[in-house]
């Protein structure tokens, strides 16, 4: 089991910047694969970004590509998404989350065990 616990958010104007962490407790985190996800009022939860266990792999969801940038700290137990010209739609509640794989990067959410509270992101036009 690992607990996650997300922080960063906040308000920010279109084409700004944010960085999200994750701190994640246990001795197992470094063996998960470790995903970011949004999900706006009245829509699915989404993925957004994803890295392997020893951050070598990533994952984007096509409308972050460019924009966003997943890595990891093992020693420090955390994951971070640094996002980067941010437009209103990236408005949402972001989570992460812990997939039962050390290798799955994919955008399936039943692939993963684990998720934190979220931390809201919203951008103004």
């Known amino acids: 089991q690992v607990q996650l616990v997300e922080s960063g958010g906040g308000l920010v104007q279109a084409g700004g910047s944010l960085r999200l962490s994750c701190a994640g407790s246990?001795?197992?985190?470094?063996?998960?694969?470790m995903g970011w996800f949004r999900q706006a009022p009245g829509k699915e939860r989404e993925s957004v970004a994803a890295?392997?266990?020893?951050?070598?792999?990533?994952y984007y969801a096509d409308s972050v590509k460019g924009r966003f940038t997943i890595s990891r700290d093992n020693a420090k137990n955390t994951v971070y998404l640094q996002m980067n010209s941010l437009k209103p739609e990236d408005t949402a509640l972001y989570y992460c989350?812990?997939?039962?794989?050390?290798?799955?990067?994919?955008?399936?959410?039943?692939?993963?065990?684990?998720w934190g509270q979220g931390t809201q992101v919203t951008v103004s036009s």
């Open positions: 246990g001795r197992a985190f470094r063996n998960y694969a």
């Open positions: 890295v392997s266990w020893s951050g070598g792999s990533t």
């Open positions: 989350a812990a997939a039962r794989s050390s290798w799955y990067i994919g955008p399936d959410l039943s692939q993963y065990d684990y």
